[in-house]
């Protein structure tokens, strides 16, 4: 493989991980105010976080949690759907970042052998 073909293997898996990363946060966020209007004790047992704080910080890391433990799953169905649309969401993502991390260190010891 020349180096143009592996550079290009790795511009493809950073758009997707952008593409993925912008579905997983409007989803996220979608998730948000769903919980807010129709399960405001749930909401609030996540800490009230809100569409832009899904980004980072502790309310971000407990609803990621809570979307990846399923503990949606007891909900309404379109409470189901939009979590599983997450949760599959995030794991592509996982997938995407180790698919860019595999391109890299190929990369590499290509270029430590001087191929």
Known sequence: MSDLT??????????????????????LSRLVRRLASTQPAVWESLGRPGPYEVVGGPKAGRLMGWVIGRS???LDNDTVVLGTRCRRTFLGLVVI??????????????????V
């Open 6 to 27: 592996i550079f290009h293997m790795t511009a493809v898996w950073l758009a997707l991980g952008a593409v993925g990363l912008a579905a997983y946060y409007v989803l």
């Open 72 to 74: 949606y799953l007891g």
């Open 97 to 114: 970042v180790a698919g860019l991390i595999a391109v890299v260190v190929f990369w590499q010891l290509r270029m430590r052998r001087g």
